[in-house]
């Protein structure tokens, strides 16, 4: 029992390249989700899904897209890397909307970025 | 914000001993969760109690919410070395698909 997949678990990137960080998750979940979470910030939201097809800004869009490419995966992509998106992306989704019910999480993504 | 603030930050005690860590919010909500983190791990969900609950019980979990005081417990039993984990809460407000996270209390349960 998958879950949520987040791949790759580490990267290293140079300020200006770009790269996608992939998710999927096999539940059968209409909402998925991508956090950044830093030292001593917690979680911030950066782009949630409520459903295929649609996606919103959470708290920290800016430096990032996304794209909901079916009802499994969500993918997250930054166009050009700076220093202060080192950090480590969570992938969650949830069945339903993410007030009412509980989310499910995928192991993260660790990126650094020189 | 309507993010939640636990306290305390770190928390150290004894195998057997319990643990309580406190929520603070600042606007309503609709339901409060609480999540734990093992080092290096994706979080995972523990409980969720709605804002019309007083009280909530999950083997040694037990959660209290106080919507007048916009705080909430949580509360774990005997507790275990494997208990050791970072623990948040997460209030889900008015916004749909929106859960805002506190920074987590670091529980440490020594043998």
């Known amino acids: 029992n998958a879950g949520v997949t987040q791949t790759p678990k580490f990267q290293v990137l140079k300020t200006g390249q770009s790269m996608t960080l992939q998710c999927a998750q096999d539940?059968?979940?209409?909402?998925m989700y991508w956090y950044r979470q830093d030292p001593g910030m917690g979680l911030r939201l950066i782009y949630y899904?409520?459903?295929?097809?649609?996606?919103d800004k959470g708290e920290v869009p800016n430096g990032y897209n996304v794209s909901r490419l079916n009802k499994r995966e969500f993918s997250l992509r930054l166009e050009s890397a700076a220093p202060s998106q080192t950090s480590v992306y969570f992938c969650a989704s949830s069945d339903g909307a993410g007030m009412n019910q509980p989310q499910h999480f995928g192991d993260g993504t660790r990126l650094s970025i020189l | 914000s309507q993010q939640g603030e636990e306290d305390p930050q770190a928390l150290s005690i004894q195998e057997g001993e319990n643990a309580t860590m406190n929520c603070s919010y600042k606007t309503s909500i609709n339901n409060l969760q609480w999540y734990r983190q093992n080092s290096g791990r994706g979080l995972v969900h523990l409980i969720l109690i709605r804002s019309n609950e007083r009280e909530k019980h999950s083997g040694r979990l037990r959660v209290t919410l106080d919507t007048s005081k916009k705080s909430s417990s949580l509360l774990i039993t005997a507790s275990r070395a494997a208990d050791t984990a970072s623990y948040f809460c997460?209030?889900?407000?008015?916004?749909?698909?929106?859960?805002?996270f506190g920074r987590g209390t670091q529980l440490t349960v020594w043998p």
């Open positions: 899904s409520a459903s295929e097809g649609t996606t």
């Open positions: 997460a209030t889900g407000g008015s916004t749909l698909g929106r859960l805002y």
């Open positions: 539940m059968n979940h209409n909402s």
